[in-house]
């Protein structure tokens, strides 16, 4: 029998695939090959936002060579005791802070999520599209 999806699964298979949405997570790759299109100074873009975040202290950041904006940040004593929030559940909330039109996140590792944001063409306010990578590390 194959393993569960989640604890109380009893179907072991969903009732669609993911085809739906797939265009736009296509469009959105598209973009994000587009030279240039990862905005600079993300230290002025983000960092403010990330900072202003109730219930976390960030740590460090840095901008790779590859273009992404890894930061490190942990939550407050008072945010961790005040809240049993799962620490995925956490970090989107820490970088919905920075959410543009189009916005991904996947956990990569235990205490690691990367995250896409940005502004695909025709999205509104009508900017340019650029968008940004970030790397957010969360320190126990």
């Known amino acids: 029998m194959e393993p569960r999806r989640w604890d109380i699964d009893e179907r072991h298979t969903g009732i669609a695939d993911g085809t739906a949405m797939l265009p736009e997570v296509e469009r959105l790759a598209e973009v994000m090959r587009t030279d240039g299109w990862v905005t600079e100074d993300p230290d002025a873009?983000?960092?403010?936002?990330?900072r202003c975040e109730p219930g976390w202290e960030v740590l460090a950041e840095r901008l790779l060579?590859?273009?992404?904006?890894?930061?490190r940040a942990r939550r407050t004593a008072e945010a961790a005791e005040a809240a049993d929030v799962k620490v995925h559940r956490a970090a989107i909330r820490l970088?919905?802070?920075?959410?543009e039109p189009s916005f991904l996140v996947r956990r990569t590792g235990d205490d690691t999520f990367d995250c896409v944001t940005?502004?695909?063409p025709g999205d509104p306010p009508g900017y340019r599209s650029h968008g940004h990578l970030v790397r957010l590390i969360v320190v126990p």
Do not use: F, K, N
């Open 65 to 71: 060579d590859d273009g992404v904006y890894e930061v």
């Open 45 to 50: 873009h983000l960092l403010p936002h990330l």
């Open 95 to 99: 970088l919905s802070a920075i959410a």
């Open 118 to 120: 940005g502004v695909m």
